[in-house]
C-alpha cells in the first residue's frame, strides 16, 4: 500500500511537470507575438514569467529524479523514463533561451515575416503540445500514446516548411536586407524549428516507451 502510495505521488508529480511545460509553451508563443508586434511591456512580462516557470520546473525535475533513483516505483521504467526527461528538457531549454534570445539580441524582424514567423512558433509548439499529453498517457494509458503522437510527427513537418519560407523569402526576395540580418533572421528560424525538432525526438522515445509498457 506504501509503495503504491508513492508511485501515484510520483506519477502526479510527472503530471506537474508536464503541465508546467504546457504554461511554457503558452508563454513563449504570446512572447513571440509580443516581441513581433513590439508590445515591450507584455514581452517582458512573458520574460519574468518564462523564468518563473523554467525555476519551478527545473526543481520539480529534480525531485522527481532523486525519487526515481531513490524509490522503487516505476523502477522497470526508470531508465526509459530518465532518458525521456533528458529530452523533455531539451524542449524546456529551447522554450527558455530563445525566447530570452529575442531580448538579448533583438533581431530586426521586417513585418512582412510577422505572419510566417508566427506560423512557424505556431506550428512548433504545437509539435510540443501534442506530445505532453501523450508523456502524460504513457503512465496511465500506454497504448494511446501511438495515436497522440502521430500529431508531433505532422506539426514538426509543417514546422519545418515554414522555417524553410522564411529562409528562402530571406535570402531570395529580399534585397534590402544586409548579410547580417539575413543570417539573424535564419538564425532565429532555426531556433524556433528545433523546438519542434525536439518534440519529435520526445515523441521518438515515447514511441519505445510505450511498446515496451505494452509487451
Do not use: C, W
Not at 43 to 57: E, T, V
Not at 122 to 134: H, I, K, N, R
Not at 173 to 192: D, Q, T
Amino acid at each position: 500500500m506504501f509503495g503504491r502510495k508513492k508511485a501515484d505521488k510520483l506519477v502526479e508529480d510527472i503530471d506537474r511537470y508536464f503541465d508546467m511545460i504546457d504554461q511554457s509553451v503558452l508563454v513563449f508563443k504570446e512572447g513571440v507575438r509580443n516581441y513581433l508586434y513590439s508590445n515591450h511591456e507584455d514581452f517582458n512580462g512573458n520574460l519574468i514569467k518564462m523564468s518563473s516557470i523554467d525555476s519551478d520546473a527545473g526543481v520539480l525535475r529534480r525531485e522527481i529524479e532523486n525519487a526515481l533513483y531513490t524509490q522503487t516505483a516505476l523502477v522497470r521504467s526508470r531508465a526509459d523514463i530518465m532518458r525521456l526527461f533528458e529530452k523533455t528538457r531539451n524542449i524546456t531549454d529551447i522554450l527558455n533561451d530563445s525566447l530570452f534570445q529575442f531580448e538579448i539580441e533583438t533581431p530586426f524582424i521586417p513585418s512582412e515575416l510577422n505572419s510566417e514567423f508566427m506560423k512557424l512558433t505556431e506550428f512548433s509548439t504545437l509539435a510540443v503540445e501534442s506530445v505532453v499529453p501523450a508523456a502524460k498517457a504513457y503512465f496511465k494509458a500506454p497504448e494511446t500514446v501511438p495515436d497522440k503522437i502521430s500529431r508531433a510527427y505532422f506539426y514538426e513537418k509543417e514546422a519545418v516548411k515554414y522555417s524553410q519560407t522564411i529562409k528562402r523569402k530571406v535570402f531570395h526576395n529580399m534585397p534590402s536586407l544586409k548579410l547580417s540580418e539575413k543570417f539573424h533572421l535564419r538564425y532565429f528560424a532555426l531556433h524556433i524549428e528545433n523546438l519542434a525538432k525536439a518534440a519529435e525526438n520526445v515523441a521518438d522515445q515515447l514511441a519505445v516507451m510505450s511498446i515496451r509498457r505494452t509487451l
